[in-house]
């Protein structure tokens, strides 16, 4: 969806360095979410938000932190990076409705080596 | 709690044939369902959702999902596969009711549509 974007779209890293996904989005959403997607385990739940000021735990935030920095603007880092971390990330946004239908980003794929 | 099975790693139809990708459900209230669908280097794209009313609900590119809440499935369905409909697709679920945070995803499923 061209309304949800992230950079970056791939990027290589090293065990131990510090990065930094960044998502946008033009939605006008309250609500933002990153996810991480690995083969056969489907999407799971890193952290989310539900205003700039509400920022709550997923199911799997251990090595990650997040910054609402706007309406708008959701990041997520990887302070100390491993391996395991390699992944795709997503991320989406819904409104505060009863229903909160989501809309992801187009992903950004990460190589911890 | 809230989880979704989706039975299936793989499904294989020929191209004009009916497909289904199957999806099972379990919450503690009532659910809200989705379908999404993903391409190859692409995100997640927001297919069809069930809220309430009628069990069969359409969605995009002649893709529908039937609810069955006495089985608590959520099975998505099209009545002729084309080639283009080749992806992995998703389904997730989320409890009306609250309680739980954001949406719960199976596993997912690739659909491979042969010509």
């Known amino acids: 969806d061209a309304d949800v974007t992230q950079t970056p779209r791939n990027r290589i890293t090293k065990t131990g360095k510090r990065i930094m996904l960044e998502c946008s989005q033009t939605k006008g959403h309250d609500r933002m979410y990153w996810y991480r997607q690995d083969p056969g385990l489907g999407l799971r739940l890193i952290y989310y938000?539900?205003?700039?000021?509400?920022?709550n735990k997923g199911e799997i935030s251990d090595g990650y932190s997040v910054s609402r920095q706007a309406q708008a603007k959701f990041s997520l880092s990887l302070e100390s990076a491993i391996p395991n971390q390699t992944a795709l990330y997503f991320c989406?946004?819904?409104?505060?409705?009863?229903?909160?239908?989501?809309?992801f980003g187009p992903g950004t794929r990460l190589l911890v080596l | 709690a809230q989880s979704v099975a989706q039975p299936e790693d793989q499904v294989n139809v020929a191209e004009g044939n009916p497909l289904t990708v199957k999806c099972t459900y379990s919450?503690?209230?009532?659910?809200?369902l989705f379908w999404y669908v993903q391409y190859p280097n692409r995100g997640l794209q927001f297919l069809l959702k069930?809220?309430?009313?009628?069990?069969l609900v359409k969605g995009s590119y002649g893709f529908e999902a039937e609810f069955n809440k006495s089985q608590t499935s959520f099975h998505l369905k099209k009545p002729s596969a084309l080639v283009s409909d080749s992806a992995l697709y998703f389904c997730?679920?989320?409890?009306?009711?609250?309680?739980?945070?954001?949406?719960?995803f199976g596993k997912g499923t690739h659909l491979i549509i042969q010509p």
């Open positions: 997730a679920v989320r409890d009306s009711g609250g309680g739980a945070d954001g949406l719960t």
């Open positions: 919450v503690s209230g009532n659910p809200y």
């Open positions: 069930y809220i309430t009313g009628d069990n």
């Open positions: 989406a946004t819904s409104d505060r409705g009863l229903i909160q239908t989501q809309y």
């Open positions: 938000s539900f205003d700039v000021k509400d920022i």
